[in-house]
T-cell receptor
Framework: GNSVTQMEGPVTLSEEAFLTINCTYTATGYPSLFWYVQYPGEGLQLLLKATKADDKGSNKGFEATYRKETTSFHLEKGSVQVSDSAVYFCAHRLIQGAQKLVFGQGTRLTINP | DSGVTQTPKHLITATGQRVTLRCSPRSGDLSVYWYQQSLDQGLQFLIQYYNGEERAKGNILERFSAQQFPDLHSELNLSSLELGDSALYFC?????????????FGEGSRLTVL
């Protein structure tokens, strides 16, 4: 089936630490891949995306590379800030068929000053 | 502000009752999606409408139903409520057939069933 598996949280880091949140997927076909972020009390918002193999999505210092060979889309940031504290969701969407996004379980990230 | 409006923001009700959640999509968006977010199940896709017609159905219970009206707003009806229905219900919208894959989410309606 089509699914997304994320690194379990919660993840707690100190400010300026390096962040990796792992994400792998299973899909029939070649999906587009996304990271969404949910700040406290808000809805989800798109952080970055990649639509084909080897594409790199980037935004606000975050990056993720679409790795077809390992079916992964790990999220990284070189130096996190307190304001990055949020829940991060990996998701995929198949090109054909329904337009729905399939989300991972979410990873809660807390950054301490 | 995503441009997606959901009401009510919070709702507390009793088991066996029925509630209606409302969603107004971003101006011009034809697709509306409903998701349920609970602690144990994560973010689960419920149903999608495109320009008034059901497009895809996910893990939506038979006790739940939805519709999209001619003005493109959508309602999610939850009936015979159970304790386990307590969750955050998100509505999202996207442009023409959502080809970019980006969904714009509302702030959610938090339902508590006592």
């Amino acid at each position: 089936g089509n699914s997304v598996t994320q690194m379990e949280g919660p993840v707690t880091l100190s400010e300026e630490a390096f962040l990796t949140i792992n994400c792998t997927y299973t899909a029939t076909g070649y999906p587009s891949l996304f990271w969404y972020v949910q700040y406290p009390g808000e809805g989800l918002q798109l952080l970055l995306k990649a639509t084909k193999a080897d594409d790199k999505g980037s935004n606000k210092g975050f990056e993720a590379t679409y790795r077809k060979e390992t079916t992964s889309f790990h999220l990284e940031k070189g130096s996190v800030q307190v304001s990055d504290s949020a829940v991060y969701f990996c998701a995929h969407r198949l090109i054909q068929g329904a337009q729905k996004l399939v989300f991972g379980q979410g990873t809660r990230l807390t950054i301490n000053p | 502000d995503s441009g997606v409006t959901q009401t009510p923001k919070h709702l507390i009700t009793a088991t066996g009752q029925r509630v209606t959640l409302r969603c107004s999509p971003r101006s011009g968006d034809l697709s509306v999606y409903w998701y349920q977010q609970s602690l144990d199940q994560g973010l689960q896709f419920l149903i999608q409408y495109y320009n008034g017609e059901e497009r895809a159905k996910g893990n939506i219970l038979e006790r739940f139903s939805a519709q999209q009206f001619p003005d493109l707003h959508s309602e999610l009806n939850l009936s015979s409520l159970e304790l386990g229905d307590s969750a955050l219900y998100f509505c999202a919208s996207s442009g023409a057939q959502g080809r970019t894959g980006e969904l714009f989410f509302g702030e959610g309606s938090r339902l508590t069933v006592l």
